[in-house]
């Protein structure tokens, strides 16, 4: 204190003044403390009191009778004159608004903290229902969603999907029930539902659960213990990430999205239509159908035309009380699918079903797991009226693609063996669209083209100089979007050879006509940096210039 004095005041003031008194520091912390008591209760307190504290611990250059209470019964006057009541010193006030400043700041800090943590426990890994920025998502094309910045107003506008790629979800039914609290299940359920958004095509392909496959990482296994491993061992994504490679690797088919949801979501769903209608084959008469309480609950359907609630529609998905077992099971699925969309699409259900999803997406937290956010669901689901049933194509994985057969081990397996080859030959029919249904290129082919942007890569198997360069430089000048060109692994095709790795149906249709080729092939890699690799061979000849 005195050292601040000397460089602030002139020599002669030093000399002239007394020195000033020095401040109790002892009795005005009493003070404050008390009045920190009542203005900021017992966190100002705990805090103030540390600092009374360790304030006396240190050797305070002041004298001892202004630091002890004086015994005489009359204190001295300078004491008497308090009436105005305490006097704060400048810093006791500051470090009180500072204070006031962290006490506000820590409240705020743990609202949002409670806030995050309630949002981070949310099973829905993607309920967003804000607008997903255009070119995230649905390949280059982008994807629906609302358009402006977010649900100010009157919430969120959904657009369709406007993607120009495939869409391909993996839906996974679990069988887990809403009184149990296990952290892994099996899947009673895999279905690949795949949308081709430009040729408003769309495919079901149901994969029965008992399919013997290499689940990637963890051996050979029935396909519906992926989910339940990768929940297992904390597999990064869980259970729906390594079912999906599982997929992906098994069937040669790229997996954008998926859905998983419980028991719980879909007897809610079903029951928020108002129920589904269905036209029942034969009647179902299953005395031992599971009450999931490790008992039994019978069910009994009639042939005919049935009237289903959320409860009894899922028994008739799930009963294998039938000729064929899973094979019949995974064709009610489909049904009890098409049921939801007739229903939805014929009683113009979507707009009183997209003002009810965020509350739904809410309740459902616990029972529905998807990477796919809200408007992108909604999106897509728009999309159901542009696609008639005739173009919806619903096929089982069945005793033509697979064989029954045993495991050895104690006890074993019955399990079905899949017979690779037929299995590729579907997948290539249901996943290659210009193969499957040739489309017509009519209209502006250019922009056709150039809509559905396909990633091309030109390879020269022909043996002929320079072939691949000027093919490439060609194809773009037809709007074609070639990333590269180079030679081929061998250079004696007879015949040009086009592999389709994603959805382009125009830049595929378009290709086989031009370069004359009986069939495209379906490529098995998933992760293919192209979209089309075209391999060139003996019989092809750039078109001369005009």
Request: aromatic share 8%; glycine share 8%; hydrophobic share 35%.
């Amino acid at each position: 204190m005195t050292a601040r004095l000397r460089r602030r005041l002139p020599h002669s003031q030093l000399t002239r003044s007394a020195p000033p008194p020095q401040p109790d520091w002892r009795a005005t912390l009493d003070e404050f403390v008390q009045l920190a008591k009542l203005l900021s209760g017992q966190f100002c307190y705990n805090f103030l009191t540390r600092e009374r504290d360790s304030r006396a611990s240190f050797s305070i250059p002041v004298r001892s009778s202004r630091m002890t209470p004086s015994p005489h019964p009359n204190p001295p006057p300078r004491l008497q004159r308090r009436s105005r009541g305490p006097t704060l010193p400048t810093g006791m006030v500051a470090l009180l608004v500072g204070l006031f400043v962290i006490a506000t700041a820590l409240s705020a800090y743990l609202v949002f903290a409670s806030v995050r943590d309630f949002v981070a426990d949310w099973r829905v890994t993607a309920l967003n229902i804000n607008p997903t920025p255009v070119g995230q998502i649905g390949g280059s094309g982008g994807t629906g969603g609302s358009s402006g910045s977010g649900n100010s107003g009157g919430g969120f506008l959904p657009q369709k999907w406007s993607g120009a790629d495939r869409v391909t979800i993996l839906l996974l039914g679990i069988d887990r029930r809403q009184s149990e609290t296990d952290h892994a299940y099996r899947t009673d359920t895999m279905l690949l539902i795949s949308v081709d958004p430009v040729a408003h095509t769309a495919v079901m392909l149901s994969i029965p659960r008992d399919l013997w496959v290499e689940v990637p990482g963890y051996g050979v296994n029935k396909i519906n213990t992926a989910n339940f491993t990768g929940d297992s061992y904390d597999y990064p994504g869980g259970g729906p990430a390594l079912a999906v490679k599982t997929v992906e690797y098994n069937l040669g088919v790229k997996v954008d999205y998926y859905v998983r949801l419980d028991f719980v979501a879909f007897e809610t769903l079903i029951d928020t239509l108002g129920g589904i209608d269905v036209d029942v084959p034969e009647t179902i008469d299953d005395p031992e159908y599971p009450d999931g309480q490790n008992g039994y609950e019978p069910f009994y359907l009639p042939a005919g035309h049935q009237h289903l609630n959320g409860h009894d529609a899922l028994r008739y998905a799930r009963t294998r009380h039938s000729g064929q077992g899973d094979i019949d099971r995974a064709k009610r699925q489909q049904q009890v699918i098409m049921a939801v969309r007739d229903k939805v699409v014929s009683l113009n259900m979507l707009p009183t079903l997209i003002a009810k999803s965020p509350t739904m997406f809410q309740t459902l937290n616990e029972n529905v797991t998807t990477n796919l956010a809200l408007d992108q669901i909604l999106a897509l689901a728009l999309l159901a009226p542009d696609i008639p049933p005739e173009n919806i194509q619903s096929v089982v994985i069945d005793y033509q693609y697979v064989t029954e057969g045993t495991t050895p081990g104690d006890p074993p397996q019955q399990v079905l063996i899949p017979l690779r080859d037929k299995i590729r030959e579907l997948r290539d029919e249901l996943f290659t669209t210009s193969a499957a249904r040739p489309l017509p290129l009519t209209g502006d082919v250019k922009t056709l083209l150039a809509a559905e942007g396909a990633k091309i890569t030109v390879l020269n198997g022909a043996g002929v100089q320079g072939l691949a360069q000027s093919t490439a430089e060609w194809l773009q000048a037809q709007g074609l979007n070639v990333v590269a060109y180079d030679t081929a692994d061998r250079s004696d095709y007879t015949t040009s050879v086009i592999t389709l790795y994603s959805g382009k149906p125009y830049t595929a249709q378009w290709l086989k006509q031009t370069f004359g080729v009986a069939n495209i092939v379906s490529g098995s890699n998933p992760d293919s940096p192209v979209d089309v690799k075209i391999i060139l061979g003996a019989d092809w000849q750039v078109p001369p210039t005009p």
